[in-house]
């Protein structure tokens, strides 16, 4: 009886595990058949490769071409990775290998309050912050543009590149700093030549995981980068990124129409992007434990 | 020729400048929210509906709502979370399976908050034909929830000794004697610190309740589960944005905006100050 018990315990544990299994898959199948329908009507290489997205023409055709919004969204994400990666792995090697302990200590919690600042209130200091500052700097009427978008990002992006780079350069073995500096060289020099160099794999995991989070991140996105679906042409353009068509669009649009399921599409691609690159740094990440084992 | 010296004092000189413009950045942000917006924060602000049009009046409904949808969201979370925790942790083997839930878990915590909402609509609003409301939304940002809440509680079921399960299981105690009455009580204090953080992050996300449940403007608080609800970030989101007269309602703006962060903070603080509470507690 009691033995029977147990086993039914553990099987129900078990079934609580493969409970996100199913939720990732789920979420995966769910947006494939949504997704589906919308090619019956759009052709793939047009999804793909058209520039233009116009799913409410009147007069023309409807058109549902994602490279815009594609190239706006990874403008603004590699822009924002231009300011978080020197920012952040510097915030990091000073926490690692400059700071006191008490400094440390104190920048974990101000690091995990950066990180809970909700991505509307980012957004929403993009609008009044960011945005008038921008176009005062640059002689534009507004400052709502993919660099506001960038700079925010970057600001979303810091506390997860800089806590796990931190991670990164802790775990190296203090054997290789110490060899370093017993061969004469000084701290700067062993930091820059041997313990980033260590480090770098889980450095690069970092800033990775930056990156598709910064990929992800709408409410920002869409409350600061001024929305205009066209190609953008440089930083100071307002740009339309995947999540801030999705959040825009969806709440307009007819339940069943060929935009309805075209918005699911951009919804896949978005998944399967961020996806690949959560995998590409998860394998990195592995490496680098596994050589430092 | 600049000597080594300079050329280090140069050097940490920029990392400790990135330090400070880190801190810098969360500076302005918390300063120009509280300077802002406590000019509007009034016990009436916090307690009476929007009037005319959201251009007056308080933001009463979108606490209720952000408070209710946060507390479906626990629901799910918690339970489901500290689960998977259990299992991967006291029962789960090194092999194949466990293998796919830990990859399915870091994966999970990838996926975009807005793809959350898409999955929200096809489940929960459209298949299982729960509509846009408060338990289609709770339950949007409860399966986004559970990764870190998984993540946090398996943190705290490590930090049991092995001893605990064991003297247990010596005292012939079963598996699941052994962790109810042994493990569990030590964890669940840990689990739970996680899983605030878990919350606060879920209790300031927009994407995921979009289409979900948020409403732009509801005169009356949810009355039931199935109704639609107002919420503090999706609030701001239309204050500062999608209203028709942005100018006039930006300081309603700026003071649902210290709302929020103060909900979202204060719930990060209770879980650091718990958890260096309990660091201390298992020093000694």
Same mark, same amino acid.
């Given at each position: ?19 996100? #299994? ?7 199948? *769910? +947006? ?11 052709? +793939? ?19 549902? !071409?994602?490279?815009? @919004? ?24 000073? *926490? ?14 101000? *690091? ?8 509307v209130v980012?957004g929403f200091? =993009?609008i009044v912050? #960011? ?26 992006? *810091? ?23 017993? +061969? =004469? ?16 794999? !889980?450095?690069?995991?970092?800033? @990775?995981? !930056? @990156? ?11 409350m ?6 066209? @190609? ?33 599409? #951009? ?27 | ?32 929210i509280?300077?802002k917006g406590?000019s509007v924060l009034r016990?009436e602000f916090?307690?009476t509906m929007p009037r005319k049009g959201m251009t007056e009046g308080g933001i009463l409904p979108a ?50 908050? &807005? ?63 052994? &962790? ?7 964890? %669940? ?13 879920? $209790?300031?996300?927009?994407?995921? &309740? ?6 732009f403007y509801?005169p ?10 107002m919420?503090l970030p999706y609030h701001l989101y239309i204050m500062s944005t999608q209203h028709h007269a942005i100018a006039k309602v930006r300081p309603i703006a700026y003071g649902t905006a210290l709302v929020l962060?103060? %909900? ?6 209770? $879980?650091? %100050? ?11």
């Open positions: 009886m009691r033995r029977i018990k147990e086993r039914v315990i553990h099987g129900l544990f078990l079934l609580n595990g493969l409970i996100v #299994v199913f939720v990732l898959l789920g979420i995966f199948v *769910l +947006l494939v058949r949504t997704a589906v329908p919308a090619f019956k009507e759009i052709s +793939l290489k047009d999804f793909l490769l058209s520039k233009t997205w116009n799913p409410t023409a009147l007069v023309v055709e409807p058109s549902y !071409g994602i490279l815009a @919004m594609l190239v706006s969204t990874f403008m603004v994400t590699i822009g924002s990775l231009l300011i978080a990666i020197p920012v952040g792995v510097g915030t990091a090697a000073f *926490l690692s290998d400059v700071a006191s302990p008490r400094v440390r200590e104190i920048a974990k919690p101000v *690091l995990e309050v950066l990180a809970g600042v909700p991505s980012v200091l =993009g912050l #960011v945005g008038p500052f921008l176009a005062r700097i640059f002689h534009l009427p507004n400052g709502l543009n993919a660099l506001n978008g960038s700079v925010l990002l970057a600001v979303m992006a *810091l506390p997860t590149i800089i806590s796990l780079s931190e991670d990164a350069l802790n775990s190296v073995p203090r054997s290789f700093g110490e060899a370093s500096l017993a +061969l =004469g060289a000084n701290r700067w020099e062993t930091l820059v030549n041997v313990r980033i160099p260590a480090a770098f794999s !889980g450095i690069l995991a970092a800033c @990775m995981l !930056g @990156m598709g989070r910064a990929i992800g991140e709408t409410m920002t996105v869409l600061a980068t001024g929305n205009a679906p066209a @190609m953008p042409t440089s930083f100071l353009h307002a740009v339309r990124t995947m999540t801030a068509a999705i959040a825009i669009e969806l709440g307009e649009v007819a339940y069943g129409s060929a935009h309805y399921y075209a918005l699911f599409a #951009v919804g896949l691609v978005l998944f399967l992007i961020t996806f690949g690159i959560n995998a590409i740094s998860d394998v990195m990440l592995h490496r680098y434990e596994k050589v430092n084992r | 020729m600049i000597s080594k010296k300079t050329f280090q004092r140069l050097g940490f000189g920029y990392l400790a400048v990135c330090f400070l413009l880190v801190l810098g950045v969360l500076g302005v942000v918390l300063w120009d509280v300077a406590h016990w916090l307690s606490i209720v709502g952000t408070v209710l949808v946060t507390v479906i969201t626990a629901l799910l979370a918690i339970p489901l979370g500290m689960g998977c925790a259990v299992y991967l942790n006291e029962y789960a083997r090194d092999n194949f399976l466990t293998r796919i839930i830990r990859l399915s878990i870091r994966n999970l915590s990838g996926v975009p908050s &807005i793809v959350y909402g898409l999955f929200g609509v096809i489940l929960f609003v459209e298949s299982l034909r729960l509509g846009t409301s408060v338990l289609s939304a709770g339950l949007t940002l409860g399966l986004m929830t559970l990764p870190w809440t998984i993540t946090a509680s398996e943190e705290a079921l490590k930090s049991v000794p092995n001893s605990f399960r064991e003297g247990s299981l010596a005292l012939g105690a079963s598996k699941w004697e052994a &962790i109810r009455t042994n493990v569990l009580p030590y964890a %669940v204090p840990g689990m739970l610190t996680g899983t605030i953080l878990g919350l606060a992050r879920a $209790a300031g996300e927009t994407a995921p &309740i979009l289409f979900t449940g948020a409403a509801l009356f608080l949810p009355r039931s589960l199935s109704d639609q609800f919420a962060l103060g %909900v979202v903070l204060s719930m990060n603080m209770v $879980a650091i %100050v718990l958890r260096y509470k309990l660091r201390k507690l298992k020093r000694e």
